[in-house]
């Protein structure tokens, strides 16, 4: 029996041991994204999003809940969304105001990861996607 290996992505630890991993967006931007299983949607920061200049016309709008309040957020659709060698097309993302400080262009959340059997090995800070 021969045991498929997965893509082992090599990411960064930052800010007290989350993981970051490299992504590419529509074939083109090159961009760094925090691996979020707590996060359902993938999210891009508006500042990210405005420099890879994305059609920002939303495909619809989600309420979500954060900490402060209820708001309404754009969902765009990105063509292809490809960590490793895992691509996943029209994926839609949600389009936030992600602080600063993070120092990354979004969270890749489970409406990605689910598409795949996901495996971290943190002490070599890296993603394994099968």
């Known amino acids: 029996m021969s045991r498929r290996r997965g893509d082992r992505i090599q990411g960064k630890r930052e800010m007290r041991?989350?993981?970051?991993v490299p992504c590419l967006l529509n074939e083109k931007f090159r961009c760094r994204f925090l691996a979020d299983t707590g996060a359902a949607f993938t999210c891009i920061s508006q500042r990210a999003a405005a420099e890879m200049?994305?059609?920002l016309t939303p495909v619809r709008r989600m309420r979500i809940v954060s900490a402060h309040r209820p708001d309404f957020v754009p969902i765009?659709?990105?063509n292809t969304f490809?960590?490793?060698s895992r691509i996943v097309r029209d994926m839609?993302?949600?389009?936030l105001p992600l602080p600063s400080e993070l120092?990354?262009?979004g969270l890749l959340g489970v409406n990605f990861l689910e598409k795949?059997?996901?495996t971290f090995e943190f002490?070599?800070?890296t993603m394994i996607l099968r």
């Open 92 to 95: 839609e993302v949600m389009v």
């Open 103 to 105: 120092r990354v262009d």
């Open 82 to 84: 490809q960590v490793g």
């Open 76 to 78: 765009i659709r990105i």
């Open 123 to 125: 002490e070599e800070a």
């Open 17 to 20: 041991g989350v993981m970051t």
């Open 53 to 55: 200049n994305l059609d």
């Open 116 to 118: 795949f059997r996901v």
